[in-house]
Each structure stands twice: as structure tokens, then as C-alpha cells.
């Protein structure tokens, strides 16, 4: 989704580089390493400019791009990312009365899943507390892993039997006509 923001990549890629050349890039036992570069890169980037890049609103259409997310997210700004989100969903519920969620999930990874378990867990029961499903129309993921449509389990724990009834896979194939659609 970043592919016409050439200077944005550029800063991110040098942020990053220059993270691993400090720090050597782990083979094994990175998650707490790409929290502590995602930390590093917020230090010189706004996290609001990492906001409006990866959480997109078109009419009642929200899209959650998690390449941009994982450049960016860590457990110092899971609250403002959630919050963000939630004001979002809220003003579309206020304009359309319903919202729909895309996720583009383009190379999440199981340790991902469990890296940011604290955040998607937080925003899910939130999401229930306040039965969000009651304006949901549809949840559709993008580049939906395998391992999420195998054990459906994982995705079981963090949303609704209503939501789970509205979610959409959509494999690569797909994936790429499918969120052009979503500008549409």
C-alpha cells in the first residue's frame, strides 16, 4: 500500500538499516528485536503520519494495512493505535450507521500473531463490549495466511461467532483486484 510513497519508504528503510547495523539482525528470537526497531523508527517518524498510512478510511470502509502497522507498532503506542481505529469505526457508524473492515495481513506470520496478541486482543474485546458487530457488515482479509483459514481457532479467540459468520478469505490470487476494489 506504500508503493507510491517513495520518500516515506526511504526514511523507514534508513531508520531500519540503520537499526540493524547497530544491533546486528537476530536469526532466531526476533520478536522482541523488531518491537525494538519499530520503537526506534516512531523515535524519528510521527506515529500520526504511520496512522493515516495504515489505518485508511473510504466512506464506510476501513482498511487496516498491516505491512505499514508492523513497521510502527510496539507496545508504547498500541493504545493510541487502538484508540485511532476506534475513532474511525465511530465516525463511521455516525455518517453510514454500518462499517465494514478490510485487513490487508500481506506477510503477518504466526510470531507476528503473537507478538501483537496484546493489541488485537484488546481491540477485540472492546470491539465486544461495545457490539461493534451490531454495525459490522463484513470483515474481509486479504492475503489471508494458511494458517489462519487451517486453524481457524486462532482467529476464534479474537472475534465473535457473529463476526466470524461476516469474515471473507481472500488468498494472493485474489488479494491484489480486491483491495483495488476497496478504493472504489
Known amino acids: 500500500m506504500l508503493k507510491n510513497n517513495s520518500s516515506f519508504l526511504d526514511r523507514i528503510s534508513a531508520l531500519q538499516e540503520n537499526y540493524y547495523n547497530i544491533n546486528g539482525k537476530n536469526v532466531l528470537f526476533k520478536n522482541q528485536q523488531k518491537l525494538d526497531c519499530a520503537k526506534t523508527v516512531c523515535n524519528h517518524i510521527d506515529l500520526s503520519e504511520f496512522l493515516h498510512k495504515s489505518i485508511i478510511q473510504h466512506n464506510n470502509k476501513i482498511l487496516i494495512d498491516y505491512?505499514?502497522?508492523?513497521?510502527?507498532?510496539?507496545?508504547?503506542?498500541?493504545?493510541?493505535?487502538?484508540?485511532?481505529?476506534?475513532?474511525?469505526?465511530?465516525?463511521?457508524?455516525?455518517?453510514?450507521?454500518?462499517?465494514?473492515?478490510?485487513?490487508?495481513?500481506?506477510?503477518?506470520?504466526?510470531?507476528?500473531?503473537?507478538?501483537?496478541?496484546?493489541?488485537?486482543?484488546?481491540?477485540?474485546?472492546?470491539?465486544?463490549?461495545?457490539?461493534?458487530?451490531?454495525?459490522?457488515?463484513?470483515?474481509?482479509?486479504?492475503?489471508?495466511?494458511?494458517?489462519?483459514?487451517?486453524?481457524?481457532?486462532?482467529l476464534s479467540?479474537?472475534?465473535?461467532?457473529?463476526?466470524?459468520?461476516?469474515?471473507?478469505?481472500?488468498?494472493?490470487?485474489e488479494s491484489d483486484k480486491k483491495i483495488q476494489d476497496f478504493f472504489k
Open 67 to 154: 505491512t505499514v502497522l508492523k513497521i510502527f507498532l510496539n507496545p508504547d503506542n498500541y493504545e493510541l493505535t487502538t484508540s485511532y481505529l476506534i475513532n474511525i469505526i465511530n465516525k463511521c457508524i455516525g455518517e453510514y450507521r454500518k462499517f465494514e473492515i478490510h485487513i490487508n495481513l500481506n506477510t503477518l506470520s504466526i510470531s507476528a500473531v503473537h507478538r501483537y496478541n496484546d493489541v488485537i486482543q484488546s481491540f477485540a474485546e472492546y470491539g465486544q463490549h461495545n457490539n461493534l458487530d451490531l454495525y459490522l457488515l463484513k470483515l474481509e482479509l486479504y492475503y489471508t495466511p494458511m494458517f489462519i483459514t487451517a486453524a481457524s481457532n486462532i
Open 157 to 173: 479467540t479474537f472475534i465473535s461467532p457473529t463476526v466470524k459468520g461476516m469474515v471473507s478469505y481472500y488468498r494472493k490470487k
